[in-house]
């Protein structure tokens, strides 16, 4: 077991490493003329399937490829999901982002339309597979409208150049046309000097631009906006190889919209609010009694049913790293078992259903989750939360661990 867990450490390590050392390349070219995101947020398929740290995630706006894995346990499940912004990628994901800032309020909200895919293993070895489409509706502050931050840089830097190539002409021309010898080794010393100033001018630019983007990101990683969202999972029992096999009717499979939005209090505060409807079809296992024979035979039924999901998360800290607590609160359209079977299933008058063998899988109301985001890079952010859970006596039932790692694919 312990050999185990650091073979899965290790996996969690060297990918958050990738992405570091995918984000230092990055740094040391050019890059475009703005901060993209003010937090690095759960994929809305993750925050659908529940297998996030926090059940009531974070808002904001991704415009870049992400890559998130979820931790619920030690094993080597492959738990991972990918979101991309498929409009912002096909009109508006250029260096030059006059056509995004020119664009109606309408059209930039169409831009925030992303679409996530992915995959978990469950507790009891099911292969849950879906897919979620989010929206942004508002957005107190947008870093890509921020144009005020980088209007001086362009004419600095512009500025800058051109007076290194007229530097660099004028020292060439010297080197030419001097017949002083001992002048020679100083004229090319000042020659390669300049040439290095050029070279590295576009870093240089960058490193300005990425000072700038976390001075806006750390002043507004707290800015309200609202999210609204829609998804589908389906859950597959599966076997040792693997391979995918029975549609697992139950709260595993079905779909869901749901309301996501928060505001900010101070500089240190975020309050995150969730609102979610599931929708899924159960399957009900009971026994039926015939009355004449007293002879007792196992029967299916399956009925629609509908999850209703608030949640509030109470966030503290700053744009590197906060702590969370957070309650969440669950209850289904229909409290008994029995109750939905009555809905979908008419036995024969000289039957009965034997009450106590109907098998309906409970929800454990209430949820309690502590926990917090460390942002080690400008591209990944390390996401961990300790969940407890309650039924509806407020008795404690379970203790769940989740860690999750997001990575901006830039």
């Not at 978990?120 to 921020?146: H, S, T, W």
């Not at 693997?242 to 996501?260: F, Y």
């Not at 969730?274 to 009925?303: G, K, P, S, W």
């Amino acid at each position: 077991m312990s050999r185990l867990r650091c073979i899965t450490f290790s996996i969690a390590l060297l990918s958050g490493l990738s992405c570091v050392a995918q984000e230092q390349t990055q740094e040391q070219t050019a890059g475009k003329l703005s901060p993209k995101e003010l937090a690095i947020p759960a994929s809305p398929v993750f925050d659908l399937m529940g297998v996030t740290p926090s059940l009531v995630n974070r808002t904001s706006d991704i415009k870049d490829f992400k890559v998130d894995w979820s931790f619920k346990s030690w094993k080597l499940n492959p738990n991972l999901a990918i979101q991309s912004q498929p409009l912002w990628e096909i009109f508006y994901n250029r260096k030059d982002l006059s056509r995004y800032q020119q664009a109606s309020p309408f059209m930039r909200r169409l831009a925030s339309l992303d679409v996530s895919v992915g995959s978990v293993q469950d507790e009891f070895n099911d292969r849950r597979i879906g897919f979620a489409i989010k929206m942004g509706v508002y957005r107190e502050k947008d870093p890509l409208m921020a144009r005020s931050l980088y209007e001086d840089l362009h004419v600095q830097f512009t500025e800058e150049k051109a007076a290194l190539e007229a530097q660099l002409k004028e020292l060439m021309i010297q080197l030419d046309t001097t017949s002083q010898v001992l002048q020679r080794p100083g004229l090319r010393s000042q020659i390669n000097s300049v040439e290095e100033q050029l070279l590295s001018l576009r870093s240089r630019r960058q490193a300005e631009i990425n000072t700038r983007a976390a001075i806006y990101a750390a002043e507004n990683w707290n800015a309200a906006s609202l999210d609204i969202a829609f998804g589908k999972v389906y859950t597959y029992q599966t076997d040792s190889a693997g391979s995918l096999g029975k549609l697992r009717l139950n709260r595993n499979t079905g779909w869901g919209a749901w309301l996501n939005g928060g505001f900010g209090i101070g500089k240190k505060m975020l309050v995150t609010g969730l609102i979610r409807t599931t929708f899924y079809e159960e399957q009900l296992n009971f026994l039926l009694r015939d009355l004449d024979t007293f002879e007792e035979t196992e029967q299916q039924a399956v009925a629609s049913t509908m999850l209703y999901t608030a949640g509030l998360n109470f966030r503290y800290g700053g744009p590197i790293y906060n702590f969370f607590a957070e309650i969440f609160y669950e209850k289904k359209s229909t409290s008994t078992a029995g109750a939905a079977l009555n809905k979908v299933f008419s036995p024969d008058p000289n039957t009965e259903v034997v009450g106590s063998s109907v098998n309906w899988s409970s929800v454990l109301p209430t949820t309690l989750t502590i926990g917090g985001d460390w942002r080690i890079s400008r591209n990944v952010i390390i996401n961990y939360g300790m969940r407890f859970s309650f039924d509806q006596n407020w008795t404690f039932r379970t203790f769940t661990p989740v860690a999750s790692i997001a990575c901006l694919m830039r």
